[in-house]
């Protein structure tokens, strides 16, 4: 293993860092609502996810009136802001505090900015839910553990990225999404799904028909899984015999308990190439699905690099 994959992979013990986790989740929870309460509807929920930024977690423009506003967690010097297009920028540094102390200020610098916030204050896919203005409980924020996190998802944030733009067909963004705390991209048939069952805790059935309803082949990362997160596949419905299909590469494996391949995190940060082995991991476990299932292939992926080499992309001429 290289020095720079040293840097660029780092390690974090899942259990090093489980109180911040999850205070962490509910912050990010709150500020995934606000999104979600100004943002039309798009493709299963892709409207109300967050995006790895250049320095953490970020809405992304969010619409508002005849503005826009956006909302970022700043990993690096560790600060909350919201930026306006008509009222400007409120923030505060990001430190040990209450998640009920992080709402009352994220609803105060909303409130000075001229932005309503009509969420439902309570977090979904959690158990026990408890309501953010009563939560006196989650309060941990280690500012290392948080920045590597972040280099965690800025590696996951480019390899994901890269296996999706092998796909022409429906795929969502590479988005965090704040109920499950887990970076995704998924892939979609075009044919539709049976209904979901639902079943998620603190979360209406028919989010999950509307997330699953086109059948797919989803991955991601999460942070919160093994020594130190994992890489995850799976596909909805499961094709028959998906669960017996050997993964690549080394340390992949199929969990009966989350039903879906993982890929541990530690094995990937100490492969000699851990672009290719998370590559690896992402390919074989979609061919899987795709392959099982009868995905029109052919239409629906293509070379990224088609256009390499043109006069386009060499700048002589074009775009």
């Given at each position: 293993?290289?020095?720079?994959?040293?840097?660029?992979?780092?390690?974090?013990?899942?259990?090093?860092?489980?109180?911040?986790?999850?205070?962490?989740?509910?912050?990010?929870?709150?500020?995934?609502?606000?999104?979600?309460?100004?943002?039309?509807?798009?493709?299963?929920?892709?409207?109300?996810?967050?995006?790895?930024?250049?320095?953490?977690?970020?809405?992304?423009?969010?619409?508002?009136?005849?503005?826009?506003?956006?909302?970022?967690?700043?990993?690096?010097?560790?600060?909350?802001?919201?930026?306006?297009?008509?009222?400007?920028?409120?923030?505060?540094?990001?430190?040990?505090?209450?998640?009920?102390?992080?709402?009352?200020?994220?609803?105060?610098?909303?409130?000075?900015?001229?932005?309503?916030?009509?969420?439902?204050?309570?977090?979904?896919?959690?158990?026990?839910?408890?309501?953010?203005?009563?939560?006196?409980?989650?309060?941990?924020?280690?500012?290392?553990?948080?920045?590597?996190?972040?280099?965690?998802?800025?590696?996951?944030?480019?390899?994901?990225?890269?296996?999706?733009?092998?796909?022409?067909?429906?795929?969502?963004?590479?988005?965090?999404?704040?109920?499950?705390?887990?970076?995704?991209?998924?892939?979609?048939?075009?044919?539709?799904?049976?209904?979901?069952?639902?079943?998620?805790?603190?979360?209406?059935?028919w989010v999950m028909v509307e997330g699953y309803s086109r059948e797919l082949s989803s991955c991601g990362f999460w942070p919160g899984g093994g020594e130190?997160?994992?890489?995850?596949?799976?596909?909805?419905?499961?094709?028959?015999?998906?669960?017996?299909?050997?993964?690549?590469?080394?340390?992949?494996?199929?969990?009966?308990?989350?039903?879906?391949?993982?890929?541990?995190?530690?094995?990937?940060?100490?492969?000699?190439?851990?672009?290719?082995?998370?590559?690896?991991?992402?390919?074989?476990?979609?061919?899987?699905?795709?392959?099982?299932?009868?995905?029109?292939?052919?239409?629906?992926?293509?070379?990224?690099?088609?256009?390499?080499?043109?006069?386009?992309?060499?700048?002589?001429?074009?775009?």
């Amino acid at each position: 293993m290289t020095g720079s994959s040293t840097v660029n992979w780092p390690s974090l013990q899942v259990s090093d860092w489980t109180d911040t986790r999850e205070t962490l989740h509910m912050w990010t929870q709150i500020v995934g609502k606000v999104r979600m309460a100004h943002a039309p509807l798009v493709n299963h929920w892709w409207q109300v996810p967050l995006y790895v930024s250049p320095r953490g977690l970020t809405t992304s423009t969010v619409p508002y009136r005849s503005g826009a506003f956006e909302i970022e967690f700043d990993l690096l010097d560790h600060r909350f802001e919201i930026r306006s297009s008509n009222t400007g920028t409120r923030g505060f540094p990001l430190r040990p505090m209450t998640v009920a102390a992080f709402y009352s200020q994220v609803m105060d610098l909303l409130d000075q900015l001229g932005i309503k916030a009509p969420i439902r204050p309570v977090p979904n896919e959690v158990d026990p839910a408890i309501p953010f203005a009563e939560d006196h409980e989650h309060a941990s924020y280690d500012t290392e553990a948080v920045t590597l996190f972040w280099r965690q998802l800025l590696q996951a944030n480019r390899v994901v990225g890269e296996f999706r733009s092998h796909f022409v067909g429906k795929v969502s963004p590479v988005h965090f999404f704040w109920g499950g705390m887990d970076l995704a991209c998924t892939r979609f048939s075009g044919r539709p799904a049976p209904e979901h069952p639902g079943g998620v805790p603190n979360c209406g059935d028919w989010v999950m028909v509307e997330g699953y309803s086109r059948e797919l082949s989803s991955c991601g990362f999460w942070p919160g899984g093994g020594e130190e997160g994992a890489f995850y596949s799976y596909a909805y419905p499961a094709p028959d015999g998906f669960a017996e299909q050997p993964p690549g590469p080394e340390g992949a494996f199929y969990s009966t308990e989350f039903q879906q391949f993982l890929f541990p995190y530690e094995a990937a940060r100490t492969a000699p190439d851990p672009d290719r082995a998370v590559a690896e991991f992402l390919h074989s476990t979609y061919e899987a699905a795709a392959n099982l299932g009868h995905w029109d292939r052919p239409a629906l992926e293509d070379d990224p690099m088609r256009w390499h080499g043109t006069p386009a992309t060499t700048g002589s001429d074009g775009i």
